[in-house]
C-alpha cells in the first residue's frame, strides 16, 4: 500500500511568484485535505476535496486554490506568494468519505521558503 | 480564547515515568477528538482517536471531558522513543463530514530523558 506522497520536498520562491505543490493520495483515499504549518505552530486546515470538489475551506485568502483529479492526486496552487507563506505544507488524504470521522494519513510535506 | 489550546511544554521526563497532558477546546459543538505525533521536522502521525469512553492503546491512554471540554494523553512508563512533540485535534463540523477540517494546538513537546 502506497502511503500519501508530496512534490517537491523542498522549494524556495520570491515574494510575488507562484507555486504549484502536488500530492498522490494513499491507495483508497477519496478525500485530500491541505494543511500549513508555520514553525512552532499546529497544522492549519486550508481546504479539503471530495470528489475533485472543495468541499471545506478554512481562514485562507482565495489566492490559495486547489485541484483535485479523477485519480484522487490533489494539487496546492499559492499566487502572489508573501513572505508569511513560508511553511510546511502537509497533504493528508482519508480512508472515508468526505473525510467523516477525521482521521487524516499525512504526506512528508513540502516546505516552502519565500525571500 | 484559542479553539484548541495546548501547553507548549517542553515537558522534561525521565525515562519509565508516566506523563499526562491536557488539550483544551472551546467549540462545544466538536464532534472528534485525536492525538496526533509528530517527530522533529516530520509529518504528523495518528496516534489515536479519543472516544467518549475513553480509549487505551499500549501505554497510551486517552480520555475525553465533555463537561470541562478538553481531552487528555496518559503515557505510562515512558521510553525515549516517545519524545516527540503531541498535537491534538478537533474536528468541529457538526455534520460530521469533516469538511471543516481538523483543528489542531500548537502541541506538547515531550522530551524523556535517559
Known amino acids: 500500500e502506497t502511503g500519501v506522497t508530496q512534490s517537491p520536498t523542498h522549494l524556495i520562491k520570491t515574494r510575488g511568484q507562484q507555486v504549484t505543490l502536488r500530492c498522490s493520495s494513499q491507495?483508497?483515499?477519496?478525500?485530500v485535505s491541505w494543511y500549513q504549518q508555520a514553525l512552532g505552530q499546529g497544522p492549519q486546515f486550508i481546504f479539503q476535496?471530495?470528489?475533485?470538489?472543495?468541499?471545506g475551506r478554512g481562514n485562507f485568502p482565495p489566492r490559495f486554490s486547489g485541484l483535485q483529479f479523477p485519480n484522487y492526486s490533489s494539487e496546492l496552487n499559492v499566487n502572489a506568494l508573501e513572505l508569511d507563506d513560508s511553511a510546511l505544507y502537509l497533504c493528508?488524504?482519508?480512508?472515508?468519505?468526505?473525510?467523516?470521522?477525521?482521521?487524516?494519513?499525512f504526506g512528508e510535506g513540502s516546505r516552502l521558503t519565500v525571500l | 480564547r484559542k479553539e484548541v489550546e495546548q501547553d507548549p511544554g517542553p515537558f522534561n521526563v525521565p525515562e519509565g515515568a508516566t506523563v499526562a497532558f491536557n488539550c483544551t477546546y472551546s467549540?462545544?459543538?466538536?464532534?472528534?477528538f485525536f492525538w496526533y505525533r509528530q517527530d522533529c521536522r516530520k509529518e504528523p502521525k495518528l496516534l489515536m482517536s479519543?472516544?467518549?469512553s475513553g480509549n487505551e492503546d499500549g501505554r497510551f491512554t486517552a480520555q475525553l471531558n465533555r463537561a470541562s471540554q478538553y481531552i487528555s494523553l496518559l503515557i505510562r512508563d515512558s521510553k525515549l522513543s516517545d519524545s516527540a512533540t503531541y498535537l491534538c485535534?478537533?474536528?468541529?463540523?457538526?455534520?460530521?463530514?469533516?469538511?471543516?477540517?481538523?483543528?489542531f494546538g500548537k502541541g506538547t513537546h515531550l522530551i524523556i530523558q535517559p
Open positions: 493528508a488524504s482519508s480512508p472515508r468519505d468526505r473525510g467523516l470521522g477525521g482521521e487524516l494519513f
Open positions: 491507495s483508497g483515499h477519496n478525500t
Open positions: 476535496y471530495y470528489r475533485e470538489e472543495e468541499n
Open positions: 467549540n462545544s459543538a466538536s464532534q472528534s
Open positions: 479519543v472516544y467518549s
Open positions: 485535534a478537533v474536528n468541529i463540523d457538526p455534520a460530521g463530514g469533516g469538511a471543516d477540517g481538523l483543528t
